[in-house]
C-alpha cells in the first residue's frame, strides 16, 4: 500500500465521504478508512431487518408479519433532501449522482384545522387549494414574486426592507399577509418548527422560501428528493467515487499528509455536521474557500470538458 497521502479521512459518515470526494475530484490522493463492515456510520442504512436486530439488541428476530429481511432498508438518520440545496450541487459536482437513483416525493402536506391538506405544486393547485381564500393569493402570489426576485448583493431588490434588520414579522404586514397564510409559509415552506423566526430579522426566512421555489421548480412534483435505496447510498456513492475516480493522482508532489477527524452526529449532544460546516472543514484543511462554479472551472482547467 502506498503510503504517502495528502489526506486522511477516518470513518465513512456521510460528512467523511463528502469530504473525501471533494478531496480527490480537485486532485487530492486520499486514503479514506473505517473500522465498521459497512459504509455510513450514524447515518447508515441498515438491510436486511435481521441486521437492524443485531444492531440495537433487540431479542428475538423479526415476526414473520414483515415480511423478508432484504425488502427492508431501515435509514438511521431519515431525512429528505432539498433538490436544489447544497447537497445536492455537492452531488452534481463530484459526479456522484452516477452511483445513486433518486426518487421525488409525491407531495407535500399540512395538517390544519383537523384536516389534512396538500402543499400545492403546479399553478392549478394553487388555484384549487382551499388552504387560502381568493384575495390571500393574490396577496401570497405577490410575496413569492418578492422572494424570488429578491438578491442579496442588489439592494434595489429589497423594496425598502433591510434583510439584516427587518422581522420577518414586517415583512409580512407589508405582504398584508394573513395568519393561515402565515403559519403556512414558516412552517410548511421555510420548514421551521417554532415562530421564534417571526421576530429575527428577514434574511434567513425569505432565503429558506426561495429554496423551496427553486427545489420545486426543479421537478415540479415536490422540491424534496429521496436516494430510493435509502440515505446510507450517499456515503457509499462518495467512497465508491473516491476508490476508482481517475482524479486521485495529485498534480504535484502533495504537501505534508493531515489526519483528518470530523464531528459527526452524536446520539447524545445531538450536534449534526451540515453542508456549511463541510465546506468550513473545507477552508480549513486547503487555505481557500468552497466554491462549486470556480472548482467546476478548475477541474475543466485541469482535465478539459466533458
Known amino acids: 500500500m502506498n503510503e504517502e497521502y495528502d489526506v486522511i479521512v477516518l470513518g465513512t459518515g456521510l460528512t467523511e465521504c463528502i469530504l473525501s470526494g471533494i478531496m480527490s475530484v480537485n486532485g487530492k490522493k486520499v486514503l ?29 428476530s423479526p415476526p414473520e408479519s414483515m415480511g423478508r429481511g432484504r425488502d427492508w ?3 438511521l438518520i431519515p431525512k429528505f433532501l432539498m433538490a436544489n440545496g447544497q447537497l445536492v450541487k455537492m452531488l452534481l459536482y463530484t ?3 452516477r452511483y445513486l437513483d433518486f426518487k421525488v416525493t409525491e407531495g407535500s402536506f399540512v395538517y390544519k384545522g383537523g384536516k389534512i391538506y396538500k402543499v400545492p405544486s403546479t399553478e392549478a393547485e ?25 438578491d442579496e448583493k442588489d439592494p434595489r431588490t429589497f423594496e ?3 434583510p439584516k434588520k427587518t422581522t420577518m414579522r414586517d415583512v409580512y404586514k407589508k405582504f398584508d399577509l394573513g395568519q393561515d397564510v402565515i403559519d403556512f409559509t414558516g412552517h410548511a415552506l421555510a420548514l421551521y418548527r417554532t415562530d421564534d423566526y417571526l421576530d429575527q430579522p428577514c434574511y434567513e426566512t425569505i432565503n429558506r422560501i426561495k429554496l423551496y421555489s ?5 421537478y415540479g412534483k415536490s422540491p424534496y428528493l429521496y436516494p430510493l435505496y435509502g440515505l446510507g447510498e450517499l456515503p457509499q456513492g462518495f467512497a465508491r467515487f473516491v476508490s476508482i475516480s481517475d482524479l486521485l493522482v495529485p498534480k504535484d508532489l502533495g504537501t505534508e499528509s493531515q489526519i483528518f477527524i470530523s464531528r459527526t452526529y452524536d446520539a447524545t449532544t445531538h450536534f449534526e455536521t451540515t453542508c456549511d460546516d463541510i465546506k468550513n472543514i ?13 472548482m467546476k472551472r478548475k477541474k475543466n482547467d485541469i482535465y478539459g470538458e466533458d
Open 95 to 97: 459526479e456522484v449522482t
Open 160 to 162: 425598502g426592507i433591510d
Open 126 to 150: 394553487a388555484l384549487a387549494s382551499s388552504l387560502m381564500g381568493l384575495f390571500e393569493k393574490r396577496r401570497f402570489r405577490k410575496f413569492l414574486v418578492y422572494v424570488a426576485n429578491f
Open 282 to 294: 473545507y477552508k480549513r484543511m486547503t487555505g481557500s474557500e468552497f466554491d462549486f462554479e470556480e
Open 32 to 60: 479514506h478508512m473505517d473500522r465498521n463492515p459497512y459504509y455510513g456510520g450514524e447515518s447508515a442504512s441498515i438491510t436486511p431487518l435481521e441486521d437492524l436486530y443485531k444492531r440495537f439488541k433487540i431479542p428475538g
Open 73 to 75: 432498508n431501515v435509514d
Open 214 to 218: 427553486e427545489s420545486l421548480a426543479r
